[in-house]
């Protein structure tokens, strides 16, 4: 009923306040336009680093992983990464081959990423850097065969 008796008025108020709240509407929803590739990418890149993580704790190692391909396949644009083993002796069975990681230790991926943002025009992009991690634990046991001399 209050609705309508401003409509009825003749001060042109409804029509400063409408605009007013288009106005603020429209510049809610560009926001939201601009900001929404970062929260994509972000969700992206952590779902990434969660499948290089789990790839790692099944293979038991990062010898057969190629992370480009895998990043390649599922379209997550990353900047560089990092696969960091613990560094104990009990954790790298064999120094000839740091790429195996022992069963029960622990190791992280981190992946980072840059998304470009523009405001309208305003400026051309921004460079946001962001970045994921993923922990994990080895699920295979590496046990050496000693070469038998009789």
């Not at 099944?58 to 560094?87: C, F, K, Q």
Request: proline share 5%; net charge negative.
């Amino acid at each position: 009923m209050l609705r309508l008796k401003n409509l009825k008025n003749n001060k042109g108020d409804m029509y400063i306040d409408t605009l007013i709240s288009i106005f603020v509407i429209s510049a809610f929803i560009a926001m939201i336009i601009v900001v929404a590739p970062i929260f994509i990418r972000i969700y992206h890149i952590n779902q990434f680093a969660d499948r290089v993580s789990d790839f790692i704790a099944v293979s038991g190692g990062t010898a057969g992983i190629d992370v480009e391909t895998l990043a390649e396949d599922m379209n997550v644009p990353i900047d560089r990464y990092e696969i960091i083993a613990a560094d104990d002796a009990v954790c790298l069975p064999d120094q000839a081959h740091p790429e195996k990681i022992q069963l029960t230790c622990q190791y992280t991926v981190n992946v980072y990423s840059t998304v470009n943002i523009g405001l309208g025009g305003i400026v051309d992009s921004i460079p946001i850097p962001i970045s994921a991690t993923a922990k994990g634990r080895s699920e295979v046991y590496w046990k050496e065969l000693e070469s038998v001399t009789p």
